[in-house]
């Protein structure tokens, strides 16, 4: 695997969001500016699985710059953009809560 195929898993600092969007959150570190970010139990998951980096918006951001531009649509084949089904559950559960809520 070169440097070409990490996958990269972009967190939410925890500085820019308290409170976590997803229930059951846990604190990473940012690989590269050492920032805590949130991680959820479902990308906790995939992270451990692909040896993926953590890497907080601000420091994804020039990375997922030049993966969109390589391709207008989220990527070619060595550099994807991809949310999984677990994510999403996630994400739908939350959203069902904060509906319910109000
Ligand atoms: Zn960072």
Redesign the pocket.
Known sequence: MDDDDKTIILCNRVSDSPVPGIDNCTKEK?L??S?EVWISPATKRIQEEKKADI??G??AAPEFLEAVNRSPWFGDDRHKVEITPSQIEEINAQIRRDVLKN
């Open positions: 940012c590269k500016c920032a890497v907080c601000p420091c």
